[in-house]
C-alpha cells in the first residue's frame, strides 16, 4: 500500500514563495505519472499540475502556468511543487496523487489517480 506524505504548506504574502514535496512510502513512485490537485474552502477538488513517470512531460492549470513548476527526484521517491508569485487566490489544500496507471504519460483527471496524500494548507495573504 503506498503511502504519499505531503509538506511545506504554510501561510505566505502575495507574491511570495513556496516549495511543496510529496514523498512516497510502501512503493515506487518511478514509473507512474504524479500530480498536484488544489482544493478551496467550499469548491470541488482540482487539478494544479502534473508530471510524468520520467520526468520528461509536465502540464500545468491555466491558472498556474508560468509561476508553479512540477518536478520529480524518483531516486529519493518525492515529487515537489515549487510555488512563485504566489496569489491570495493560490489558498488552498493541496495534495499529490499517484497515477493509477503505470507509465500513462500523465493525466489530469482527478478520478485517475489510485493515491492521495492527506494534503497540506497553503494560505496566502494580500
Known amino acids: 500500500q503506498v503511502e504519499l506524505v505531503e509538506s511545506g504548506g504554510g501561510s505566505v504574502q502575495a507574491g511570495g514563495s513556496l516549495r511543496l514535496s510529496c514523498a512516497a512510502s510502501?512503493?515506487?513512485?518511478?514509473?507512474?505519472?504524479m500530480g498536484w490537485f488544489r482544493q478551496a474552502p467550499g469548491q470541488e477538488r482540482k487539478f494544479a499540475a502534473a508530471?510524468?513517470?520520467?520526468?520528461?512531460?509536465?502540464y500545468y492549470a491555466d491558472s498556474v502556468k508560468g509561476r508553479f513548476t512540477i518536478s520529480r527526484d524518483n531516486a529519493k521517491n518525492t515529487v515537489y511543487l515549487q510555488m512563485n508569485s504566489l496569489k491570495p487566490e493560490d489558498t488552498a489544500v493541496y495534495y499529490c496523487?499517484?497515477?493509477?496507471?503505470?507509465?500513462?504519460?500523465?493525466?489530469?483527471?482527478?478520478?485517475?489517480?489510485?493515491?492521495w496524500g492527506q494534503g497540506t494548507q497553503v494560505t496566502v495573504s494580500s
Open positions: 496523487a499517484l497515477d493509477a496507471k503505470w507509465r500513462r504519460v500523465l493525466t489530469t483527471t482527478l478520478s485517475e489517480y489510485a493515491y
Open positions: 510502501g512503493g515506487t513512485l518511478s514509473r507512474y505519472a
Open positions: 508530471i510524468s513517470w520520467s520526468g520528461e512531460t509536465t
